[in-house]
């Protein structure tokens, strides 16, 4: 069945919840939703393929409640032998404690998660907390052990906690890990891996990752029961309704490039990306330079300096926001029409991730691409991980200096650039005949 036949009901939804979307306006379930809700409904281990911008935060927050939900109602009208939709015999259900943790890679995603549960439970009295490093274990403990039916925490302060025992997780449910690739890449796989030990064994647990890959494979075996796998989309390929565009350009006018273009486009907010937490100061300050509203956003700068900034950019007081890959993940802004990437990231994963931040629920989003000689071997690279071409083109008025020797390269690269120039050239001067 496609998604576009069901609604949020037809899945199993309680009507707490279906008012509340109702209320939110999602008209129906996107394709993520349509088909791991009514797995995690059914107590199912669930494996999925999902970017950010699909909807993948509902798919497993929306059963999670459900199923506490469920089982509030079970305990409250004492009715052992009636089994509730969604509710499982095999899990306590009137045990106090905490049920459910999501695991998150960054404390971004981990506020933008609780933003959701608490924006979804709504209508419950199911409550959730954030555990991230970077803020008071005091507030973070007191909160916890007035009673809590959701945590969302970062891997790291999370078994802080455990290891000194301000809580417990043995009466635990429900088990999430988002953007597990991610969490692998940013080396929390050892953390991970001891708060499991420190988990009951009978749960359900769910595992959502941009990619599916050996990496993901492997480890899932060590967390997941049978796992029912979904994907949304094809493996390593990119979500739809992404215009990708690559302009050729020599690097150091890039930063005109970028003022030009968010300049000249309609686009209300620009997410830019840099390699490095040094390359996004500079950017940012290029742009203020050139008096556009514009601000670095990278693990350097404090958390508060982090999410001010982050809220001048969803208010549109800041129109340009530069970001390393590590500082971006999870961000969740409506409404963002492009990306640009001023270099190309050294792992083709990030590119995905990258380009993910636009074209969200439904609309259409721009990633452009800055591609300098010098990158030119990571585009090979890239397009090999995608399966695919990435069309080339030059940007009117920027065009390469194709006269220009590569400054410092070493022999054989030198000549294999020049060559690829040559391609560039003759690829550009068929396209201008060819108007
Ligand atoms: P996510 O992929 O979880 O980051 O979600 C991306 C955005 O889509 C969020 O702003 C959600 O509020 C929104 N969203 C999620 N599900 C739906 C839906 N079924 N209909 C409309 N918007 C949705």
């Known amino acids: 069945m496609s998604a576009s036949a069901l609604s949020f009901s037809t899945l199993g939804l309680d009507p707490t919840l279906t008012q509340r979307l109702d209320e939110l306006e999602y008209q129906q379930p996107t ?5 791991a809700i009514p797995l995690m409904l059914a107590g199912e281990d669930v494996m999925a393929g999902a970017q950010t911008g699909t909807g993948k935060t509902a798919a497993f927050v929306l059963p999670i409640l459900q199923r506490l939900i469920a089982a509030k109602n079970e305990s409250l009208t004492h009715s052992d032998n009636t089994k509730t939709p969604g509710s499982d015999s095999q899990i306590n259900a009137t045990s106090s404690g905490v049920k459910a943790l999501i695991l998150v890679p960054t404390r971004e995603l981990a506020q933008q998660v609780h933003q959701s549960v608490v924006q979804y439970a709504e209508h419950t009295d199911i409550s959730a907390v954030m555990v991230y490093g970077g803020v008071s274990i005091k507030a973070q403990v007191t909160s916890i052990q007035a009673g809590v039916d959701i945590i969302i925490a970062t891997p790291g302060r999370l078994l802080d906690h455990l290891r000194n025992k301000v809580m417990s997780l ?3 449910q429900y088990l999430v890990l988002d953007e597990a690739d991610r969490m692998l890449d940013m080396g929390f796989k050892e953390e991970i891996v001891e708060v499991l030990k420190r988990l009951p064994k009978q749960r359900q647990t769910a595992l959502f990752s941009a990619t599916l890959d050996d990496q ?8 997941l029961r049978s796992p029912k796998i979904v994907e949304t989309a094809k493996r390593n390929s990119t979500a739809a309704k992404i215009i990708e565009k690559v302009y050729n350009l ?7 490039l970028l003022g030009h273009i968010v300049n000249k486009e309609p686009w209300s907010q620009t997410l830019v990306f840099s390699r490095t937490k040094q390359g ?3 950017i940012a300050a290029q742009l203020t330079a050139n008096k556009i509203s514009a601000a670095p956003f990278h693990a350097d700068l ?3 300096v982090r999410e001010s900034t982050l809220a001048d950019f969803k208010a549109g007081k800041v129109k340009v926001l530069v970001a390393t890959d590590v500082a971006a993940r999870g961000l969740d802004i409506e409404q963002l029409d492009a990306v640009v990437n001023f270099e190309l990231p050294f792992k083709a994963e990030d590119y995905v991730h990258r380009i993910g931040r636009t074209g969200r629920a439904g609309k259409d989003g721009v990633a452009v691409t800055f591609l300098s000689p010098d990158d030119e071997a990571l585009l090979v690279a890239l397009e090999r991980k995608l399966d695919r071409r990435l069309p080339q083109q030059w940007y009117q008025g920027f065009e390469p ?6 400054a410092l390269q070493p022999r054989k690269a030198k000549k294999g650039s020049l060559k690829q120039r040559a391609r560039q050239k003759a690829i550009a001067d068929s396209a201008r005949k060819r108007k």
């Open 250 to 256: 020599d690097s150091e006018r890039k930063s005109a």
């Open 170 to 172: 043995s009466s635990l």
């Open 216 to 223: 993901i494979f492997r480890f899932s075996q060590r967390l």
């Open 401 to 406: 200096d194709l006269t220009k020797e590569p």
């Open 31 to 35: 394709d993520i939703q349509a088909a």
């Open 302 to 304: 404090s958390q508060f």
């Open 280 to 282: 996004a100061d500079k």
